[in-house]
């Protein structure tokens, strides 16, 4: 049998948590969890889909009579739960500037009394996504289908959970939950985005929406489709600056095919439809139809 060094190996790996801790000023006093954790927030969002939708995403046992007692105490450990990871967090950001732990505590309880009560609009808002998609795909038998099956759907679950959860001051326990779903479905909706009601996105792999896009109403994107950035503007000193609006601005009952790019913060108005391929830097105008032929044929980008 072979042997290895394994004492030297921890040891050296020791070395380089703790040059890795000391350059990013963390504490080497001896504690709990300094940070939120992937596997709990995978558990706690497994547990809200339950709760959103428990006939269908529930527990496979689970009766019409006993809903309410499932999705209450479904709901009490999930947000106990989130709460804890909120927390975590929000300790994790004031690691450089102390703060009261009581203070902390009662932000982190009043952001997540704030997501759960969210909650019954997030279902309403979901609710549309699957009617978009049931009435948006003639391959769709049902909205139940839809619901369990379309890798869009899922995606935009995370998201409303995700998006809420970044407007409660919880960018990190959003950004986990989001890049979950990422990693499921190979579509990557930053927590950031604003998405209206009715959002179907179809087949849905390679699909990005960068953190500051805003789509409106009724609108579908299908595979690879990007609403990304043109450019990064610096500082002074060369630093990206971070937050800046630089993602499209998509309106209402917009359509956008399969490998289209828009970058920048252009403007898809109301009703365009952008074909497949197609490389979008400049606004459209409301009704347009852009194709890739008629971009080649205008010179434009």
Known sequence: MAGFEVGEIVSALRGAREEWRDAQKRSREPGSREFPSREALAAIVESLKGAL??????????????????????LDSALQSLLTQARLELRYNARHQPRDPAEIDAEAAQAIRHFAAALPGIRRL??????????????ARSVDEVLLCYPGILAMIHHRLAHELYGQGLPLLARIVAELAHGQTGIDIHPGAR????????????????????????VRLYQAV????????????????????RHPIVEDDVVVYAGATILGRVTLGKGAV????????????????????????????
């Open 53 to 74: 939708f428990p006939m269908r995403l529930g527990p496979p046992d689970l009766r019409h009579e006993s809903e309410d007692f499932y999705v209450g105490h479904t």
């Open 126 to 139: 979901l609710d549309g996504d699957v009617l978009a998609a049931w009435q948006g795909d003639p391959a």
């Open 274 to 301: 952008i074909g497949g391929n197609t490389w979008i830097t400049d606004d459209v105008p409301a009704g347009a139809n852009i194709t890739q032929a008629m971009l080649q044929k205008a010179g434009c980008d």
């Open 195 to 218: 998405i209206d009601a009715g959002f179907f996105i179809d087949h849905g792999t390679g699909v990005v929406i960068g953190e500051t896009t805003v789509i409106g109403k009724r």
């Open 226 to 245: 990007t609403l990304g950035a043109k450019r990064f503007p610096t500082d002074a000193e060369g630093n990206l600056q971070k937050g800046l609006p």
